[in-house]
């Protein structure tokens, strides 16, 4: 069975730090793009970054360039996304998902073209 498993939300002050974990079971992360998206209180979902497991090329949201990074460890099939001086504005469900090919990342993370989903971790930063 094909999962995302995230961790890592919490409660945080703002200016604080969190990471947060993306693990997958049932498959590896073998030429995958992998992307975290995110939830607010009636709010759309948006996407925030994506990296593509292919050759660990990287889309980021304008609004999280300098403060959020993406990584991952290939040996714990696992995605992080790092989370450093956050705002009360990035209040909310944080989700992971993953989609094979890794092919034209950008438009897979603008698009939110995946087909594997997390099942989401909250994230509030409190001011």
């Known amino acids: 069975e094909v999962q995302l498993v995230e961790s890592g939300g919490g409660l945080v002050q703002a200016g604080g730090s969190l990471r947060l974990s993306c693990a997958a079971s049932?498959?590896?992360?073998?030429?995958?793009?992998v992307g975290w998206f995110r939830q607010a209180p009636g709010k759309e979902r948006e996407a925030i970054l994506c990296?593509?497991?292919?050759?660990?090329?990287?889309w980021y949201r304008e609004s999280v360039k300098g403060r959020f990074t993406i990584s991952r460890d290939s040996a714990k099939n696992t995605v992080y996304l790092q989370m450093n001086n956050l705002k009360p504005e990035d209040t909310a469900v944080y989700y992971c998902?993953?989609?094979?090919?890794?092919?034209?990342?950008?438009?897979?993370?603008?698009?939110?073209?995946?087909?594997?989903w997390g099942q989401g971790t909250q994230v509030t930063v409190s001011s």
């Open positions: 998902a993953a989609e094979w090919p890794a092919i034209r990342l950008e438009r897979l993370c603008r698009r939110a073209e995946f087909d594997s």
């Open positions: 990296i593509s497991t292919n050759d660990d090329s990287t």
């Open positions: 049932g498959f590896t992360f073998d030429d995958y793009a």
